[in-house]
């Protein structure tokens, strides 16, 4: 399996302009998350789905942030409209149900609003 | 809620000395626990990991140890390399692999 893949790798977008992150979990893996990383934060869990139901999006900072899970192979984080403080780098990461095993993580998606 | 609360760093270690990562959680139940590394411009990837009391995670030279009377999974290594410069994770799972919670990092770097 080639991990999990996230796109773009980066993304430079204008503030108010609407922007989509795209996850291809881990064939198999029954949990998704999306995770935010900023210096100033660190680790933030947005939300998280399972069996592609969200289960918990209470991370998940305005209502300008959607995430959606269509399948079991893809799922959407978007913003719109998009400012400045939404800069970070975006992790999707899948796991399997076991609590006996780790979250797999993906490259990571770099935005920035400018 | 479930926490885990990490030292602060960052640590400056010079190569060869040996590493201590504090860690420490909160949690309701018994969970899983983990230390991920994140390598710069990289997703984190898993560097070991501990499922129940007494358990030792170990692998690359580091080891951590599930302490269930003080709620703990110190990270160590005995002689760190430069390779080692990098920012660690300590993190858990409770109810079978749901929100992992993550604390906030701890940046490493190893000096030649």
């Not at chain 1, 773009?8 to 609407?18: A, Y």
């Not at chain 1, 209470?58 to 209502?63: L, R």
């Not at chain 2, 991920?36 to 560097?47: A, D, I, R, S």
């Amino acid at each position: 399996d080639a991990g999990v893949i996230q796109s773009p790798r980066h993304e430079v977008t204008e503030m108010g302009q609407e922007v989509t992150l795209r996850c291809k979990p881990i064939s198999g893996h029954d949990y998704l998350f999306w995770y935010r990383q900023t210096m100033m934060r660190g680790l933030e869990l947005l939300i998280y789905f399972n069996n592609n139901v969200p289960i918990d999006d209470s991370g998940m900072p305005e209502d300008r942030f959607s995430a959606k899970m269509p399948n079991a192979s893809f799922s959407t984080l978007k913003i719109q409209p998009s400012e400045p403080r939404d800069s970070a780098v975006y992790f999707c990461a899948s796991s399997p149900l076991s609590s006996l095993t780790e979250a797999f993580f993906g490259q990571g998606t770099r935005l920035t609003v400018v | 809620g479930d926490s885990v609360t990490q030292m602060e760093g960052p640590v400056t270690l010079s190569e060869e000395a040996f590493l201590t990562i504090n860690c420490t959680y909160t949690a309701t139940g018994y969970p899983s626990l983990f230390w991920y590394v994140q390598y710069p411009g990289e997703g984190l990837q898993l560097l070991l990991k501990a499922t129940k009391a007494d358990d030792k995670g170990s692998n690359k030279g580091f080891e951590a140890t599930y302490r269930k009377e003080t709620t703990s999974f110190h990270l160590e290594k005995g002689s760190v390399q430069v390779s080692d410069s990098a920012v660690y994770f300590c993190a858990l799972s409770e109810n079978y692999g749901q929100n992992f919670v993550f604390g906030p990092g701890t940046r490493l770097s190893v000096l030649p």
